[in-house]
């Protein structure tokens, strides 16, 4: 485990702390020229002082820093004599005592509180990587057993017509086109995985990314479908354009893989406050009650892991679904309709300062 630099030193954090420092003195020379025969307030500010310094900077430095300029400032700028020091005032080493104490107190629990952060952040990323490649894994066997069973069926049997032979390589084709589907959701995954989960955005038309992921699936599924909606205004979305045409292709295929009846699917995008709205309608079976719940784990039951369909799961696409909105500082749900079928759909902000509600 790499080891915890103590007393880190930046720019940023000995700027705040003049800043504060700067502050502190000047709020002091208000209240003194407001009440010239009262110095007690000085002691209780440069407290505050040493509380926020420890709390918005890394690490120990500052936080004693401040703690010991703040103990010789006000002996030296607040209290009588002024402009002179004065170390034989009484209590003033239990005040300087008093002052590091609160300092290295302040600090130790600051970085606990940002290294549990970090931790958990890196507990959260490595959890969905280890479920991922549980998921995985049995999504890539079972298209190449597949693949393989077709493969050798044509070489072991060369009296096969022409009609079983192309129904042999049109299954065999189906199973690598899914396996290529598993591989860029592995490879969207290995993209959010770096910088925290964040992702570098640049403005998109959203109407264009609509057309462009639709435009891929209907070279798939010639016979599904497909209904576009978007608003007459040009709508720029920030975002990373792979990933998000990969959670469109995958709310696509779901909806053909899950619906089951799906015989028509609608995919609009839309404005709605700051944020603008992506939604994928199917008019299919719609989603379990049992399974809305963990909908966007990617934890699969057990009974499904050994299922003979298991490579055609939701676990896997919408979990990088999820993870691919979340790192865009979005927000993504599914329902039922009450005329039947479902609706998932992903909110992203307009601006990349925005975070959902």
């Given at each position: 485990m790499k080891k915890r630099n103590l007393f880190p030193f930046c720019w940023r954090d000995l700027a705040l702390t003049a800043l504060t420092l700067v502050c502190a003195i000047g709020f002091c020379a208000l209240l003194r020229c407001a009440d010239s025969n009262n110095d007690a307030y000085a002691y209780p500010i440069f407290l505050l002082a040493v509380l926020l310094v420890s709390r918005i900077t890394s690490g120990y430095l500052f936080g004693?820093?401040?703690?010991?300029?703040?103990?010789?400032?006000?002996?030296?700028?607040?209290?009588?004599?002024?402009?002179?020091?004065?170390?034989t005032l009484s209590g003033y080493p239990l005040t300087?005592?008093?002052?590091?104490?609160?300092?290295?107190?302040?600090?130790?629990?600051?970085?606990?509180?940002?290294?549990?952060?970090?931790?958990?952040?890196?507990?959260?990323r490595e959890k969905l990587r280890a479920n991922l490649l549980r998921s995985v894994s049995h999504d890539i066997r079972t298209p190449l057993t597949s693949i393989m069973g077709a493969t050798s069926a044509i070489l072991d049997n060369p009296g096969l017509s022409e009609e079983e032979k192309r129904e042999l390589l049109t299954d065999a084709r189906d199973e690598a086109q899914w396996l290529?589907?598993?591989?860029?959701?592995?490879?969207?995954?290995?993209?959010?995985?770096?910088?925290?989960?964040?992702?570098?955005?640049?403005?998109?038309?959203?109407?264009?990314?609509?057309?462009?992921?639709?435009?891929?699936?209907?070279?798939?599924?010639?016979?599904?479908?497909?209904?576009?909606?978007?608003?007459?205004?040009?709508?720029?979305?920030?975002?990373?354009?792979?990933?998000?045409?990969?959670v469109l292709s995958n709310l696509?295929?779901?909806?053909?893989?899950?619906?089951?009846?799906?015989?028509?699917?609608?995919?609009?995008?839309?404005?709605?406050?700051?944020?603008?709205k992506f939604s994928v309608r199917d008019n299919g079976r719609g989603i379990a009650p049992d399974r809305m719940a963990n909908l966007f784990r990617s934890q699969l039951p057990q009974g499904e892991l050994s299922s003979s369909d298991g490579k055609r799961n939701m676990g896997l696409g919408l979990a990088v679904c999820e993870a691919?909105?979340?790192?865009?500082?979005?927000?993504?749900?599914?329902?039922?309709?009450?005329?039947?079928?479902?609706?998932?759909?992903?909110?992203?902000?307009?601006?990349?300062?925005?975070?959902?509600?």
């Amino acid at each position: 485990m790499k080891k915890r630099n103590l007393f880190p030193f930046c720019w940023r954090d000995l700027a705040l702390t003049a800043l504060t420092l700067v502050c502190a003195i000047g709020f002091c020379a208000l209240l003194r020229c407001a009440d010239s025969n009262n110095d007690a307030y000085a002691y209780p500010i440069f407290l505050l002082a040493v509380l926020l310094v420890s709390r918005i900077t890394s690490g120990y430095l500052f936080g004693l820093i401040t703690a010991v300029l703040g103990v010789v400032g006000v002996n030296y700028i607040f209290t009588f004599p002024y402009l002179a020091f004065d170390f034989t005032l009484s209590g003033y080493p239990l005040t300087f005592l008093t002052y590091l104490a609160v300092s290295v107190i302040t600090s130790t629990l600051t970085s606990q509180i940002k290294q549990q952060e970090h931790l958990r952040i890196e507990t959260e990323r490595e959890k969905l990587r280890a479920n991922l490649l549980r998921s995985v894994s049995h999504d890539i066997r079972t298209p190449l057993t597949s693949i393989m069973g077709a493969t050798s069926a044509i070489l072991d049997n060369p009296g096969l017509s022409e009609e079983e032979k192309r129904e042999l390589l049109t299954d065999a084709r189906d199973e690598a086109q899914w396996l290529i589907r598993v591989v860029e959701n592995l490879l969207s995954v290995t993209r959010i995985g770096n910088d925290q989960g964040k992702v570098a955005a640049e403005l998109e038309a959203a109407e264009e990314v609509l057309a462009e992921t639709v435009q891929k699936f209907r070279k798939r599924f010639p016979n599904m479908k497909v209904h576009v909606t978007a608003p007459e205004e040009l709508l720029m979305v920030p975002m990373d354009v792979i990933l998000i045409e990969q959670v469109l292709s995958n709310l696509l295929e779901n909806a053909v893989f899950h619906g089951v009846s799906t015989s028509l699917i609608t995919v609009s995008v839309e404005r709605e406050g700051d944020y603008a709205k992506f939604s994928v309608r199917d008019n299919g079976r719609g989603i379990a009650p049992d399974r809305m719940a963990n909908l966007f784990r990617s934890q699969l039951p057990q009974g499904e892991l050994s299922s003979s369909d298991g490579k055609r799961n939701m676990g896997l696409g919408l979990a990088v679904c999820e993870a691919v909105v979340r790192a865009h500082n979005g927000t993504m749900n599914a329902r039922n309709l009450k005329e039947g079928g479902a609706e998932f759909f992903f909110l992203l902000p307009l601006s990349t300062t925005e975070e959902p509600a």
